[in-house]
């Protein structure tokens, strides 16, 4: 008898293979185009989602970067909006706001991390994240 995915813990999760990883870590949500059955539209913008789920970091002590929507980013060109690290996992987080598909420079930064088997996460919305990261830093 094999893991479920929700048996694994972080620590485990983090000392496999990246391939593993990928496998066996949080699900990661394909974007709209990919998507038959996206979350639905919520009222908040994309940065008040994105400034709770800053707090909610903040809140728990994560180390994380935002790239706030607020101003042109600095980062790399397709960076995802949050990086955010708990005891040796890290997620790439991406929050879009639905039906907006990602960037064609954001579609090429997925697939860069991607290819290097790290994860790279879509949400629609400050709960979803906080599911993803509690989830998966169990």
């Known amino acids: 008898m094999g893991w479920t995915r929700k048996q694994l813990t972080a620590e485990m999760i983090a000392g496999m293979s990246p391939e593993d990883q990928i496998k066996y870590g949080p699900e990661i949500r394909a974007s709209y185009e990919e998507d038959p059955h996206p979350p639905p539209v919520t009222d908040k913008l994309e940065r008040e989602e994105q400034r709770q789920f800053a707090s909610w970091c903040?809140?728990?002590?994560?180390?994380?970067?935002?790239?706030?929507?607020?101003?042109?980013?600095?980062?790399?060109?397709?960076?995802?909006?949050?990086?955010?690290?708990?005891?040796?996992?890290?997620?790439?987080?991406?929050?879009?706001?639905?039906?907006?598909p990602l960037t064609p420079d954001q579609k090429k930064f997925k697939e860069t991390l991607e290819a290097q088997g790290i994860p790279y996460f879509i949400v629609y919305s400050c709960d979803e994240a906080i599911k993803l990261i509690e989830q998966s830093a169990k």
Do not use: M, Q
């Not at 809140?59 to 790399?76: I, N």
């Open 58 to 100: 903040l809140l728990h002590l994560y180390a994380f970067v935002w790239h706030s929507t607020k101003a042109p980013s600095r980062a790399s060109v397709g960076c995802p909006d949050f990086i955010v690290a708990r005891r040796g996992v890290t997620w790439w987080i991406e929050f879009k706001r639905a039906p907006n």
